[in-house]
C-alpha cells in the first residue's frame, strides 16, 4: 500500500483503506476478488447507484464539461429539486463527480465528471442512446407479452391451444372437456 499523503490516521470502510491526511482522503485499495454475483459484496452498491435512471442521465449530462445545478435540473426534465441535491449528492460521494461552489450571489455550484466519472462516458452513453433508438421495439415486446397474457388468461374456446402451449411458463395446467 502507498500513498503520496502524509498520513495522520487511518480506518477501513468496505474493503478499503481510508487514509485522512492532511484534510483529504487518499483511498488505498487493497487485493480483493469482487464478485457481483455474491450479495454482501460492495460492488452492488455500485451497481444499484449507476444504475439508477436519474444517475445515468445526470452522468450523461455533465460529460461535455461542468455543469450548474439548475441547468441539470431543467436539462432533465420530471426530476425533483430534491432527488435531483441527494442523486448528485450520491454521486460525488462515489467519486464519480465533484462540486465546485463559487461564492456569488447567489451562490454558483457547478458539477463535473472526476476522472473516476468519466470512465463511464462511453458506457451511459451507450445506454441512454441503446433505450432512444430501441424504445419502439420494447414497447412493441411489452404489447406483445401483454397480449399473450391477456390471451392466456382469458378463458374460451379460441384460447384454448394457445393456454396448452402457455401451460407451463405461466404455472397452471389446462383443462379439457
Not at 116 to 122: D, I, M, Y
Not at 137 to 143: F, K, N, S, T, Y
Given at each position: ?17 481510508l487514509e485522512t491526511c492532511m484534510g483529504q482522503q487518499a483511498i488505498t485499495t487493497m487485493q ?146
Amino acid at each position: 500500500m502507498r500513498s503520496g499523503y502524509l498520513k495522520e490516521s487511518t480506518f477501513w470502510s468496505h474493503g478499503f483503506l481510508l487514509e485522512t491526511c492532511m484534510g483529504q482522503q487518499a483511498i488505498t485499495t487493497m487485493q480483493h476478488d469482487y464478485d457481483v454475483y455474491e450479495d454482501r459484496c460492495p460492488t452492488r452498491l455500485v451497481l444499484d447507484r449507476v444504475a439508477d435512471k436519474w444517475a445515468v442521465l445526470i452522468l450523461d449530462r455533465l460529460q461535455d464539461g461542468p455543469v450548474r445545478f439548475n441547468h441539470i435540473r431543467r436539462a432533465i426534465k420530471g426530476i425533483s429539486q430534491k432527488v435531483l441535491s441527494q442523486t448528485l449528492k450520491k454521486l460525488e460521494r462515489d467519486g464519480l463527480i465533484s462540486r465546485a461552489v463559487f461564492a456569488t450571489v447567489p451562490v454558483t455550484v457547478e458539477y463535473a465528471l472526476t476522472p473516476l466519472g468519466r470512465t463511464l462516458t462511453e458506457t451511459v452513453s451507450t445506454l441512454v442512446h441503446w433505450a432512444e433508438r430501441n424504445m419502439d421495439a420494447v414497447l412493441a415486446a411489452q404489447r406483445s407479452y401483454d397480449e399473450g397474457r391477456v390471451a392466456v388468461e382469458t378463458p374460451g374456446p379460441s384460447t384454448a391451444p394457445l393456454r396448452a402451449e402457455m401451460a407451463p411458463r405461466v404455472g397452471f395446467e389446462p383443462t379439457t372437456k
